[in-house]
């Protein structure tokens, strides 16, 4: 949630890093443990679930926080449920390979899960545009009344 002070921004960025974080952890830990009573039965699937809320959470925002730029709450929304999708569906193809079946139904997870967090980050890269473009934006702050980040300018 975003705030107009720079503290109330950095507090967001801090939990939503640190939530995908511990996602991150417990993904692992998750594959790790669950390798281990596989039977020596392995998918990476299941080993490199944790590359989801890694590679779509905790760099991206990391890299945002640093360089200060706004981000909407809406396309975030959409960031963290397609990461979510495509986490719980690496976890569910996981461990249908190491029972030894598929299931087609699963596509639904990747196709769902990359279109979702597509839209998050065509959202946000849109809207991050608009504001540099049209308006010579050097801060956002959120708009409570909006719901979504505003410009100001210099």
Not at 6 to 18: D, H, N, Q, R
Not at 57 to 76: E, Q, T
Request: hydrophobic letters at 50%.
């Amino acid at each position: 949630m975003f705030t107009s002070d720079k503290s109330g921004s950095e507090k967001m960025y801090t939990a939503v890093i640190g939530g995908y974080l511990a996602a991150t952890v417990f993904c692992a830990l998750f594959g790790a443990v669950y390798e281990c009573f596989s039977h020596e039965v392995y998918s990476y699937f299941m080993i490199y679930a944790f590359a989801f809320p890694l590679m779509l959470g905790v760099v991206p925002f990391f890299l945002i926080r640093r360089a200060g730029w706004p981000f909407p709450y809406r396309a975030a929304a959409l960031i963290h449920a397609g990461a979510a999708a495509l986490t719980v569906g690496s976890i569910v193809q996981g461990i249908l390979a190491i029972y030894g079946t598929e299931n087609p139904l699963t596509a639904v997870y990747w196709i769902s899960g990359a279109a979702i967090s597509a839209a998050g980050w065509l959202t946000a890269g849109l809207r991050l545009c608009a504001c540099f473009v049209t308006e010579n934006v050097v801060s956002c702050q959120k708009n409570v009344q909006e719901g979504e980040a505003s410009c100001r300018m210099r």
